[in-house]
């Protein structure tokens, strides 16, 4: 199995940045596609960025030109640098990654607990 754990998260002012960090752990033999989720109070639970293994990266409209993801597959590590942050990003972000364990050989699912974004004044 694999456990994410998102750090990263806190308080910022508008226009201000943050650096998510998702770090895996556990029987991992490869992580595949990484993915930053987000989730505001009363809202569903949306696409962020996504980084392939490769390093390809795709980014929803709102977060084009402000967000960065990476990955560091060594470390199996993925980050979320976030400029100019907005009120509208007040979120929990969730780290999401595809990954085969050395238990089963399997592709499977894993998703983080989350780490809390607030913007404001």
């Known amino acids: 199995q694999v456990q994410l754990m998102e750090s990263g998260g806190g308080l910022v002012q508008p226009g201000g940045s943050l650096r998510l960090s998702c770090a895996a ?22 696409l962020v960025a996504r980084i392939s293994r ?3 990266t795709l980014y929803t409209e709102s977060a084009k030109g402000r ?9 199996n590590t993925a980050y979320l640098q976030m400029n100019s942050l907005k009120p ?9 990654v595809d990954a085969i364990t050395s238990t089963d050989y399997r592709l499977m699912n894993y998703w ?10």
């Open 67 to 75: 967000f960065t993801i990476s990955r560091d597959n060594a470390k």
């Open 25 to 46: 752990s556990g029987s991992i033999v490869s992580i595949g596609i990484i993915a930053w989720y987000r989730q505001a109070p009363g809202s569903e639970r949306e």
């Open 112 to 121: 983080g607990k989350g780490t809390l974004v607030t913007v404001s004044s």
């Open 88 to 96: 509208e990003d007040t979120a929990v972000y969730y780290c999401n």
């Open 54 to 56: 490769d390093s390809t």
